[in-house]
């Protein structure tokens, strides 16, 4: 994969995710106001089963990305795409009559639904379990269009999903229409996802050879479950973080509390697609690669530069973030949004994007039991430290849960950073105290700024324009960004590469890159 392939896949993924959160930011306060908060809360307590394809996948769709990205097409990769498509069909059965024979027990006992709201429940639980069985099948077709680097086109079909998923429920809720067309429109825009993955897969990867397979099943299910296994291992935790969070707040505080959180996870999701689809390119790119000192300079001073983003984006969330709640959902309870709102996304934000060149360089290079190890503990620090203070403080219990389990998280994403990629926290000492200071020194003209002009919508431009020149100015005086570094990324094209080094680079840094 060529470096304008990996920007260019990026690209496409941050488009897709941008028109999902506008769409979700559309569709949050029609949601409230036309459900309220208590109804509102049942459904995104029923959304945890979309999180069906992290419970049951073994990590397979990941294990295979790997495989093929190694192998290439050949007869060993038909075998993998056959096994694991049988593998991953077998578990849906599973899944499936588990879900459906104990569904009552599910809804009132675990998701704990007040009883009044079942018979109104059970039609939407049943419609997200069909939906969430095709996208959970279809990921073994996606696997292969990302295996052979051609992210751009599943995020095409993730955009179109989006559109019949969004688009739908906002249309049918804006009717007042019944949780019954809610349930067909989210099975209406799963099916017609799965179908556009499963053409294109086909055509893409042509006929599949079963010749030798039986003499070889029981080896390459084998291969994969175990590679597949710690990528899953790492995933089911990352499923029980969220929704493990809802289920707290639904059994020890209320639904009301499960629809703040939800709101918080529905900004907090999209900062995490964002950042997930820009660095989506790399999983297969690192498993092509071979392991060796380029490769560990790359990753390490990409998990460096995210900071130059991340934290002007983390000071923006807390100056302007309660005059937009204002906005999009209301006066209703605005205090208790912005708190879990700007708390979760900021910790998220300096803790979760600069960890995921290493996150995905152990996935890739079959260290994946580390991945378990950082999402374990801050499933555990998430649980204990809820049970620790919900009687004291209630509901901001699981903010204060979600902090720490992010921070636990990152300082062991380091030290696993430090061991497989030689990164040195007192070699780079110098460049995060400046990066440190930037963000304390804008955050600190962004509060002078407050005492003088009054909280209005109208105001936030001056935020904005604020924290980006700022960030800018310190960058070209402090150089944080170097003309090498802009030649590493963007040596593909003279006309970029220039245009990036007048913006970061000062003028006779600039003046240079225009004559190589």
């Known amino acids: 994969m060529t470096k304008k392939n990996l920007i260019f896949n990026s690209l496409s993924g941050v488009t897709q995710t941008i028109v999902t959160m506008l769409l979700t930011l559309v569709s949050v306060p029609l949601f409230i106001n036309k459900l309220g908060f208590e109804f509102y809360g049942v459904f995104a307590i029923l959304s945890v089963i979309g999180n069906l394809n992290l419970l049951a996948n073994l990590g397979l769709n990941s294990s295979l990305i790997v495989y093929i990205s190694k192998q290439g097409k050949c007869k060993e990769s038909d075998y993998d795409i056959i096994v694991s498509l049988m593998i991953m069909f077998f578990l849906l059965c ?12 599910i809804i009132i006992n675990i998701l704990r639904i007040p009883e009044k709201y079942y018979i109104i429940s059970i039609v939407l639980f049943r419609c997200m379990v069909i939906a969430n069985s095709l996208l959970f099948l279809g990921q073994i077709f996606s696997a292969i269009i990302d295996a052979h680097q051609k992210i751009y086109i599943t995020n095409f ?12 429920l906002i249309v049918v809720v804006y009717f007042n229409s019944s949780l019954k067309n809610i349930g067909i429109v989210i099975v209406l825009a799963a099916t017609i996802w799965f179908i556009l993955i499963l053409i294109f897969a086909t055509r893409l990867w042509g006929k599949l050879d079963f010749n030798g ?12 479950a175990l590679y597949g296994s710690k990528i899953y291992s790492a995933g089911l935790l990352s499923f029980a973080f969220e929704p493990l969070s809802k289920i707290l707040l639904s059994n020890f505080i ?30 297969p790119f690192i498993a092509s690669q071979k392991e060796n000192k380029e490769l560990s300079v790359k990753l390490n001073d990409i998990s460096s530069k995210i ?60 260290r994946a039991n580390k991945c378990v190890n950082m999402q374990l503990s801050a499933v555990i620090v998430n649980a ?20 720490l389990a992010f921070a636990t998280s990152f300082v062991l994403g380091i030290y696993y950073q430090r061991i497989y990629l030689n990164f040195s926290l007192k070699i780079e000492g110098k460049y995060f105290l400046k990066v440190i200071i930037s963000g304390l020194s804008i955050s600190t003209i962004c509060y002078l700024i407050t005492l003088i002009i009054p909280e209005k919508i109208n105001n936030i431009s001056i935020f904005i324009i604020t924290i980006i020149g700022l960030s800018l100015i310190i960058i070209r005086i402090t150089s944080l960004v170097t003309i090498n570094d802009i ?10 590469r220039y245009i990036v080094t007048k913006i970061f680079i000062s003028g006779k840094g600039a003046l240079k890159a225009k004559t190589k």
């Not at 599973?94 to 027990?105: A, G, P, S, W, Y």
């Not at 209320?254 to 689809?277: E, P, Y």
């Not at 937009?324 to 708190?339: A, M, P, R, S, T």
């Not at 204990?384 to 902090?403: D, E, G, P, Q, R």
Request: one cysteine or more; charged letters at 10%; aromatic letters at 20%.
């Open 94 to 105: 599973i899944l499936l009559c588990t879900l459906i024979l104990f569904e009552h027990k």
């Open 157 to 168: 079909f993730q955009f179109i999903y989006s559109l019949f998923y969004w688009g739908g």
């Open 213 to 224: 397979l039986s003499e070889n099943i029981i080896r390459i299910a084998k291969k994969n």
């Open 254 to 283: 209320g639904v009301q509390a499960v629809a703040f959180f939800d709101v918080s996870l529905k900004i907090r999701g999209q900062i995490t697609a964002i950042f997930g689809k820009i660095f989506q390119p790399l999983f």
């Open 307 to 366: 900071f130059l983003l991340v934290v002007p984006c983390a000071v923006l969330i807390i100056f302007t973030f309660k005059v937009l709640l204002k906005l999009w959902i209301g006066d209703n309870n605005i205090d208790d949004l912005y708190l879990f709102v700007t708390f979760m996304s900021v910790a998220l934000l300096l803790f979760s994007p600069p960890l995921m060149p290493i996150y995905m360089f152990l996935m890739a290079t079959n």
């Open 384 to 403: 204990v430290i809820f049970f620790l203070t919900y009687k004291t403080i209630h509901m901001y219990a699981i903010v204060l849960s979600n902090v």
């Open 487 to 496: 030649n590493r990324y963007f040596d593909f094209n003279f006309r970029i």
